[in-house]
């Protein structure tokens, strides 16, 4: 096991339509967070599993997101009826348990919505 | 809302030098406190972590943490052109989630 990986590493969608993003996380890490970085911004907190509970949820985030990490395996991240912002690079990461350690994150999906 | 603070740059610095990089925290109870480097469309890298008052040392880097001031810092010595990048200060109180700051930009000049 290399690190996180995610799939896909672009995606080019036109408005309107759903897309999907997959997770695999450390096989050993039972925390999974997804974030949202947009140019010249810092990640943004989007979500975050331990195991196979969602635990805590942006505000932020619209009804149309939704994640899922069925067998706290690895995770989906499912946006509906895109809008061109949600153009940005949507990044997995994870973390064993122990607030005290930091993220180890995947190379991230960069989504283009058209 | 939990903020973080970090001026954007672009910080140039020569070859051999010490790069400075600071940033501030709105929230007293942040517990953890992260710098990642990020080079341009790649994802974020962790370099240092810090937990306690005081210096931390790991090669070339130091993080300074000062929880009173509410403030975290990152030297670089000797800098090298493969330190130019985007580096991201992250703070978190129960690790749910860390708050990122929007980054600051370096630049080693050979």
């Known amino acids: 096991d290399t690190g996180v990986s995610q799939d896909p590493r672009h995606k080019i969608t036109k408005r309107g339509q759903n897309v999907t993003f997959r997770c695999d996380p450390i096989s050993e890490h039972n925390r999974l967070y997804w974030y949202r970085q947009t140019l010249g911004q810092g990640p943004e907190f989007l979500t975050y599993?331990?195991?196979?509970?969602?635990?805590?949820k942006s505000r932020l985030l619209s009804n149309r997101f939704s994640a899922e990490r069925p067998k706290g395996s690895f995770s989906t991240l499912e946006i509906q009826r895109t809008e061109q912002g949600d153009s940005a690079m949507y990044l997995c990461?994870?973390?064993?348990?122990?607030?005290?350690?930091?993220?180890?994150f995947g190379s991230g999906t960069r989504l283009t919505v058209v | 809302q939990k903020e973080v603070e970090q001026n954007s740059g672009p910080l140039s610095v020569p070859e051999g030098a010490i790069a400075s990089l600071n940033c501030t925290y709105s929230d007293r109870v942040s517990q953890s406190f992260f710098w990642y480097r990020q080079y341009s469309g790649k994802s974020p890298e962790l370099i240092m972590s810090?937990?306690?008052?005081g210096d931390k040392e790991d090669g070339r880097f130091t993080a300074q943490l000062n929880k009173a001031s509410q403030y975290v810092s990152l030297l670089i010595r000797d800098s090298q052109p493969s330190d130019s990048a985007t580096y991201l200060c992250a703070v978190t109180d129960t690790g749910n989630q860390f708050y990122f700051g929007t980054g600051t930009s370096l630049t080693v000049i050979p």
């Open positions: 599993f331990q195991n196979e509970a969602q635990l805590e």
């Open positions: 810090i937990y306690s008052n």
């Open positions: 990461a994870s973390s064993p348990s122990g607030f005290w350690v930091g993220y180890t």
